[in-house]
């Protein structure tokens, strides 16, 4: 059925835009995925996924198999395209506010595209923007590009909620599609594109654009706020003798009008998303003369939140000078080896600046930091080895296998001592056996 919808194109093949590209040729759409970065054409046409994402190799390498997928660097490429989806990055400027360039670079090639094809295109863009970008950049940017007048093309907001690390995943099965649209036309062709891929469609709320975009900060922003929300309450915890945020948060997560998601405490979030996306947030808003207290709160209790792990590292140790500390994990997540924002990064570099030696371990995403944090860092090619001799380790990233590692593969330590920065091992089973710390987890109680 979705072979009726004609090609479509994908412009920006990141992580949402690839995930997505390869999403649709999986169910027989014939796909163009657009990006001005030649080399990672070139990896992918070759069938290379430039980023680690679950199930990515099998479905780029099926797509290409059929053809069903074709990537270029030239938009007149999209020329046809029943739809065309937007899926370029946007950054933050140095002020925290959006950098809206690729978006404008990118609906400005998509409106010269326009001006030399025929026939009606669905613009669709799905990258994050602040409210009033579809409206008042793009739709203007795409009319004078393309010296056609609106209703020879459509323009839709159409934002993704897409996980990194389960992006196919949450492509396929999205627990709603949120469409913002200005006229009927639009939205008859976007929806029966959905309908074409799903089969049978996703709960769908129909809006107008600005309340879409809207939608995307809000959504990121909450679930941001939800896990500072509870780190905020696992310090309280760490100061409570007897006191656990596990238990804590799944009596919270209990309540249906809580739910147990996002709840689980750390070293705090990072990723390219929440922190990009509040600042933009904050920035926007303080544009409209609307002071936005609870992100903005949510976003500092963020920043301190990776140095909890250094302040009980001292706790220990007192000064870190000449310490050799173990990380175990890089990625701001597991599933991923992408380093943006990761909090690893912020713990490393208070324990270099305190004089501490670093050894740090991560099953995917080592090339990565390499880039960020450079040669003062060791980096160890297992947990075991990057353990070995440590006056102190410090779980960053909860890689499944790290939470294999029992008691005894600490022993081999200068100083068996464990800190849990995202709360995978069973207290139960750690105290007693060496020296151990977690997020949220109070002293013993004394009973
Ligand atoms: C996030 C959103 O979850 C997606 O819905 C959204 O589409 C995406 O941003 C985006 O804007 O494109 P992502 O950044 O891939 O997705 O990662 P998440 O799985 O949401 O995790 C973000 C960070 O929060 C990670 O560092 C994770 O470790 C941390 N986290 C998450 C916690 O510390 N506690 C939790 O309970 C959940």
Same mark, same amino acid.
């Given at each position: 059925?979705?072979?009726?919808?004609?090609?479509?194109?994908?412009?920006?093949?990141?992580?949402?835009?690839?995930?997505?590209?390869?999403?649709?040729?999986?169910?027989?759409?014939?796909?163009?995925?657009?990006?001005?970065?030649?080399?990672?054409?070139?990896?992918?046409?070759?069938?290379?996924?430039?980023?680690?994402?679950?199930?990515?190799?099998?479905?780029?390498?099926?797509?290409?198999?059929?053809?069903?997928?074709?990537?270029?660097?030239?938009?007149?490429?999209?020329?046809?395209?029943?739809?065309?989806?937007?899926?370029?990055?946007?950054?933050?400027?140095?002020?925290?506010?959006?950098?809206?360039?690729?978006?404008?670079?990118?609906?400005? #090639?998509?409106?010269?595209?326009?001006?030399?094809?025929e026939g009606y295109s669905l613009i669709v863009v799905k990258s994050t923007v602040i409210p009033g970008t579809a409206d008042d950049l793009v739709m203007p940017v795409l009319m004078s590009e393309s010296r056609r007048k609106?209703?020879?093309?459509?323009?839709?907001?159409?934002?993704?909620?897409?996980?990194?690390?389960?992006?196919?995943?949450?492509?396929?099965?999205?627990?709603?599609?949120?469409?913002?649209?200005?006229?009927?036309?639009?939205?008859?062709?976007?929806?029966?594109?959905?309908?074409?891929?799903?089969?049978?469609?996703?709960?769908?709320?129909?809006?107008?654009?600005?309340?879409?975009?809207?939608?995307?900060?809000?959504?990121?922003?909450?679930?941001?706020?939800?896990?500072?929300?509870?780190?905020?309450?696992?310090?309280?915890?760490? #100061?409570?003798?007897?006191?656990?945020?596990?238990?804590?948060?799944?009596?919270?997560?209990?309540?249906?009008?809580?739910?147990?998601?996002?709840? #689980?405490?750390?070293?705090?979030?990072?990723?390219?998303?929440?922190?990009?996306?509040?600042?933009?947030?904050?920035?926007?808003?303080?544009?409209?003369?609307?002071?936005?207290?609870?992100?903005?709160?949510?976003?500092?209790?963020?920043?301190?939140?990776?140095?909890?792990?250094?302040?009980?590292?001292?706790?220990?140790?007192?000064?870190?000078?000449?310490?050799?500390?173990?990380?175990?994990?890089?990625?701001?997540?597991?599933?991923?080896?992408?380093?943006?924002?990761?909090?690893?990064?912020?713990?490393?570099?208070?324990?270099?600046?305190?004089?501490?030696?670093?050894?740090?371990?991560?099953?995917?995403?080592?090339?990565?930091?390499?880039?960020?944090?450079?040669?003062?860092?060791?980096?160890?090619?297992?947990?075991?080895?990057?353990?070995?001799?440590?006056?102190?380790?410090?779980?960053?990233?909860?890689?499944?296998?790290?939470?294999?590692?029992?008691?005894?593969?600490?022993?081999?330590?200068?100083?068996?001592?464990?800190?849990?920065?995202?709360?995978?091992?069973?207290?139960?089973?750690?105290?007693?056996?060496?020296?151990?710390?977690?997020?949220?987890?109070?002293?013993?109680?004394?009973?």
């Open positions: 059925m979705a072979k009726r919808t004609g090609r479509v194109g994908i412009v920006g093949l990141g992580y949402v835009g690839l995930s997505t590209a390869v999403s649709f040729a999986s169910r027989g759409i014939a796909t163009v995925g657009i990006d001005v970065d030649e080399g990672k054409l070139a990896r992918i046409a070759n069938g290379e996924p430039p980023f680690v994402e679950k199930g990515l190799p099998e479905l780029l390498g099926k797509a290409l198999r059929h053809r069903r997928l074709m990537v270029t660097s030239d938009c007149d490429a999209l020329a046809g395209a029943g739809v065309v989806f937007v899926t370029v990055g946007t950054p933050s400027a140095d002020d925290g506010s959006i950098d809206l360039s690729c978006i404008r670079n990118a609906t400005s #090639s998509v409106g010269r595209m326009l001006r030399r094809s609106q209703a020879d093309f459509g323009l839709a907001s159409n934002p993704e909620f897409l996980r990194e690390g389960h992006a196919i995943e949450d492509t396929m099965h999205p627990d709603r599609l949120v469409i913002g649209v200005e006229d009927k036309k639009s939205e008859r062709t976007l929806v029966s594109f959905y309908r074409g891929f799903y089969g049978r469609l996703p709960k769908i709320l129909l809006t107008t654009p600005v309340n879409a975009e809207l939608i995307k900060y809000a959504s990121n922003s909450f679930l941001a706020t939800k896990i500072s929300f509870i780190n905020d309450i696992a310090r309280l915890c760490n #100061s409570i003798p007897g006191a656990d945020i596990r238990v804590v948060a799944e009596g919270m997560g209990l309540d249906k009008r809580i739910a147990p998601g996002f709840l #689980s405490a750390g070293l705090g979030y990072g990723g390219s998303c929440f922190g990009k996306d509040i600042k933009a947030l904050l920035s926007f808003a303080q544009s409209k003369g609307v002071e936005l207290r609870i992100p903005r709160a949510a976003h500092e209790t963020n920043e301190r939140q990776p140095l909890l792990a250094l302040e009980v590292a001292r706790k220990h140790l007192g000064d870190l000078s000449g310490k050799r500390i173990a990380i175990l994990g890089l990625s701001f997540k597991p599933g991923t080896d992408d380093m943006r924002e990761a909090v690893s990064v912020v713990l490393i570099n208070g324990l270099l600046k305190a004089g501490a030696s670093v050894v740090a371990y991560d099953p995917v995403a080592i090339e990565n930091a390499r880039k960020i944090l450079g040669s003062e860092v060791s980096y160890s090619k297992s947990a075991a080895s990057s353990i070995q001799g440590a006056d102190c380790c410090i779980l960053a990233t909860e890689w499944e296998e790290f939470k294999r590692l029992r008691p005894k593969n600490f022993a081999k330590m200068n100083r068996p001592f464990l800190i849990d920065g995202r709360r995978v091992y069973d207290p139960a089973v750690f105290r007693g056996k060496l020296e151990f710390e977690a997020v949220g987890l109070g002293t013993e109680s004394p009973r």
